[in-house]
Every structure is written in structure tokens, then in C-alpha cells.
């Protein structure tokens, strides 16, 4: 299976802050890479899907990059409705699609 | 409005069976590939097990092979998840989630989720 390990784990920032999230693929993905936030006791949502596409209604402050077996999320500055604990995906071996162990963005 | 609801959740016995129902609305139901997506509460997410619009295709993770048996009724809207040897490893929130594109795992709407508990 392909191993999907995010950096940090936890993220401590502040409002107007902006940040990133590093997802790394143990073998290559191409560009495919999906991104989910999920806040308590709710179902994550869908952020990016292949690795830079933007899912339609999510803010333009969210953006996403890379190709291969590195890739980030990034959030160009933080609002109070962004944290959360956000999963990277990949789907590159659709028969194993796997996640990541997740990353808490938390208000520092 | 896209609606997924699950049920068919609860206590099981090592070694028994269950099985999830997903009620699907708001949308074409046999226009998309469907998806079962697993969470142990507090921890981090799994994807189960995937169905291609016309139950042509279909794949599990290895974790659940030949165990689980996903399947969907087009004319009534529904997806299923059919459970059997259920092992306390399988104790998670089960969502239904509806594929973005094609057969892609990509899940852009979710259910709230069924919690199914494996214990004796």
C-alpha cells in the first residue's frame, strides 16, 4: 500500500496567519491527491481533488500543489472557520486509495 | 439538495454480520460511482470499499476483503455495505460518500455517518 505521512501533526496559528500542510506519498501519485477538512462531530469535506483543483464553493484561500510524491495544502490567510483537522488522500492506486494520519490546525 | 443517510449501524458480536443501508436523494443516483469511508472515532479516516455506477467495477480495501460485500439498487436509490465476520477492528462511524468524478475514490458529499461497534 501507498503510505501517505503529513507534516505536522499538530499546527498552531493565528488568525490572518498563513499556513501550510506537507503530505508525502512512500511512492509516486502523479498529481493524485485529494484534501479534506473535518471538524468535530461533522463528516470532512472535500477541499482540492488532483492535488490543485479547487472544489467548487471552497474559498479561493485554499490552494493546493505538487506532483510525484510531495504535495501541500496551503490556506493564504487563516479565518476563524478554518480550523480543523485536515486529511490528504491519495488515489493514485485507486484499487488502495489511502489517507493521511491527518494534521489538527489548531488557534495558537 | 444532495442527501446521503445511513443506518443499520450498532452492537455486533465478533464473528457476526450487519448491514448498511445508504438512502441517496438529491441527485442522479445512477449517474455516480458510490463509496463506503470508515472512521474509529478520534482517529483518522479509511476508505472501505468503492461501486462503479452500474455495479460493473467494484473494489474493496484489503482490510475488508471477502469479508464485505458493497452493492447498490439503482432503482431505489440506495447503496448497501453487507458486513460478515465482523472483527473489533472493524468498530468505526461508516460514511456513505458519493464519488466526484468517474470511478476516482474522490468524495465530494458524505453522510453523518453509522456507527458500528464490534464487541463482545
Known amino acids: 500500500d501507498i503510505q501517505m505521512t503529513q507534516s505536522p501533526s499538530t499546527l498552531s496559528a493565528s488568525v490572518g496567519d498563513r499556513v501550510t500542510i506537507t503530505c508525502r506519498a512512500s511512492?509516486?501519485?502523479?498529481?493524485?491527491l485529494a484534501w479534506y477538512q473535518q471538524k468535530p462531530g461533522k463528516a470532512p469535506k472535500l477541499l482540492i481533488y488532483k492535488a490543485s483543483s479547487l472544489q467548487s464553493g471552497v474559498p479561493s484561500r485554499f490552494s493546493g500543489s505538487g506532483s510525484g510524491t510531495e504535495f501541500t495544502l496551503t490556506i493564504s490567510s487563516l479565518q476563524p472557520d478554518d480550523f480543523a483537522t485536515y486529511y490528504c488522500q491519495q488515489y493514485g492506486s485507486y484499487s488502495q486509495s489511502t489517507f493521511g494520519q491527518g494534521t489538527n490546525l489548531e488557534i495558537k | 439538495e444532495v442527501q446521503l443517510v445511513e443506518s443499520g449501524g450498532g452492537l455486533v458480536q465478533p464473528g457476526r454480520s450487519l448491514r448498511l443501508s445508504c438512502a441517496a436523494s438529491?441527485?442522479?443516483?445512477?449517474?455516480?460511482?458510490m463509496h463506503w469511508v470508515r472512521q474509529v472515532p478520534g482517529k483518522g479516516l479509511q476508505w472501505v470499499s468503492t461501486?462503479?455506477?452500474?455495479?460493473?467495477?467494484?473494489t474493496y480495501a484489503d482490510s475488508v476483503k471477502g469479508r464485505f460485500t458493497i452493492f447498490r439498487d439503482n432503482a431505489k436509490n440506495s447503496l448497501n455495505l453487507q458486513m460478515n465476520s465482523l472483527r473489533a477492528e472493524d468498530t468505526a462511524l461508516y460514511y456513505c460518500?458519493?464519488?466526484?468524478?468517474?470511478?476516482?475514490?474522490?468524495?465530494?458529499?458524505w453522510g453523518q455517518g453509522t456507527l458500528v461497534t464490534v464487541s463482545s
Open positions: 460518500t458519493r464519488g466526484l468524478d468517474g470511478y476516482d475514490p474522490v468524495f465530494d458529499y
Open positions: 461501486i462503479s455506477w452500474n455495479s460493473a467495477k467494484i
Open positions: 511512492q509516486s501519485i502523479s498529481t493524485w
Open positions: 438529491g441527485f442522479t443516483f445512477d449517474n455516480y460511482a
